[in-house]
């Protein structure tokens, strides 16, 4: 991580200029900062807003993060049309022992982000504004930021090198990784301070603030799932969830949030017109995207134009095909919902434009240039949106939302002995879905996770539920949809697909290998073990 950045708001002001974005958090950019030069009340509001973008540009929203957190689970296929089916567990994650460069970049974005985040911890408190409150609150938004970049990368690689403030030549520019439990310490800090701090989304809201700020709530929601994910494994640490409890429940007491009800709720929840609204708590603000911040857009609908489903215009009513839906993982979402949600969440009909046929779920329809895959997803459509480019999106990306907030409450009373169904169930009952109740300890703990893959599939949820549930667990659910000859019942069995591919997860793929880049740029770094 010997990487130093004197002049690193010059070049996210260059990197800015050139994108555009929504009046979400916008502000006049500057020129410069460095070592010896103090911003403006006027400038440290642009550095925590470009924070913002920053986090969204080049991490969360990012096509690469998507492709690390998502196709080592069962919902995608990598490249449908360039290699076969189920290669990609092995191409992206659970048994190639550097990957693909795409994974390492992520760790250089996040440690940006830290970078970002320090830079205004340490200088905000040192200028003069009229406004003490607002001076504390973008400390604390950028304290939240940071403590976001290292709970994606504990998840993803485990302990971290602690950085807590900008980096000279003096310091120690080789610092060793912190243990699990040290990375835990300090990002919960982060959210903890945050909280404390920031305002609620109504008090931003009448103080004439747009979308896109961390609230309290945003805050308290994501320590508690910090909380509720140490008291997985590899920690197991279980001493916080009572007061992850105590938190979610503030959360639902708030009146701030609740789920988008109404005749056509998936349709509403998901309008790129109306993103921010009651159940979106943290989103990655978008529009208009440039290639470097691509939405799921392109990546994830055909390769031939279509009608009425993505967006408008036969230019722009496709994208590159080159990542579908597992059939496997669509046959699994229909057999537990195949209503509503499942019709928003994975499209698998839709008419092509120039006189193709429809395209139907199950078929594998043969363009010029390849196959393509049964099924796309759809969360990410814009219905009517006029693009510039096929890659172009303007949907925002959840970072956090209210349901996930619902579920990780019944998931943690059940933990703790008395289970509440109440947001397991009123997500259901939105769905459609019969309500559940009686269950037993783990029968309860199954539905909320089944609850969670059906809900917040793409979202960047399952493989990180996936391993704080375990070893054990990680390899059913994998080796049940990719193992079907070992089981005819499988979700994969008789699905037309070659059954040759095997594989098994060996305890170390719980985690990634650390970059290659990151171990030669730092002596004091080491490897994951395994790897």
Known sequence: MKKIYINTILILSLLFASTSCEDYLEEEVYNSFGDTDFPTEATIETMVNSAHHFMGMLVVFNHRMFWATEFPTPVFHYKFREIHPRNNLSTWSWNNEFGDPAYFDIMERLWDVVRMSNDIIEKAPQIQMEDAGRQAEIVA??????????????????????????????????????????????????????????????????????????????????????????????????????????????????????????????????????????????????????????????????????????????????????????????????????????????????????????????????????????????????????????????????????????????????????????????????????TLSGLSQDDFRDAVFIERDLELTYEQNMLFDMRRRGLDYTKSKLEGFFNPNQNESAPGAGDGYPQDFQFSIEPHRMLFPYPPRELLSNPNLEQNPGY
Not at 151 to 160: P, Q
Not at 276 to 284: F, L, Q, R, V
Not at 382 to 410: K, M, T
Request: with cysteine.
């Open 141 to 434: 938004e950028a304290k939240f930021l940071r403590g976001m970049a290292y709970f994606y990368a504990v998840r993803l690689w485990g302990g971290m090198p602690i950085v807590d403030k900008p980096q000279t030549l003096t310091d120690d520019l080789f610092p060793a990784r912190a243990s699990i439990e040290e990375t835990y310490a300090f990002l919960i800090q982060d959210f903890k301070d945050a909280a404390a701090v920031l305002p609620t989304r109504s008090e931003y809201t009448n103080r004439g603030f747009n979308e896109g700020h961390i609230t309290k709530g945003t805050a308290q929601g994501m320590l508690a799932k910090a909380y509720i994910t140490m008291g997985g494994a590899p920690l197991n640490d279980k001493s916080n969830l009572e007061e992850a409890k105590i938190l979610l429940e503030k959360v639902m007491g708030s009146g701030q949030y609740s789920l988008v009800q109404s005749d056509t709720p998936y349709q509403d929840l998901w309008d790129w017109q109306n993103e921010n609204n009651s159940e979106m708590m943290y989103s990655i603000q978008k529009e208009g995207l440039v290639q470097n911040f691509r939405g799921m857009f392109g990546y994830m609908t055909p390769n031939d134009a279509t009608e009425g489903i993505w967006t408008s215009g036969q230019d722009y009513s496709r994208g590159s095909a080159l990542d579908g839906v597992t059939p496997e993982f669509a046959k699994w979402y229909a057999s537990h919902d195949s209503g509503p949600r499942y019709k928003w969440t994975i499209v698998t009909e839709y008419l092509l434009l120039n006189d193709k046929p429809p395209f139907k779920a199950g078929d594998i329809l043969n363009m010029e240039d390849g196959p393509q895959a049964q099924a796309y997803q759809g969360k990410w459509r814009a219905v009517g949106a006029e693009l510039d480019n096929n890659f172009f999106c303007p949907n925002n990306f959840p970072v956090l939302r209210y349901a996930d907030i619902l579920l990780l409450h019944s998931e943690v009373t059940n933990e703790l002995g008395a289970a509440d169904y109440t947001g397991l169930n009123a997500i259901r009952e939105r769905a459609g879905l019969p």
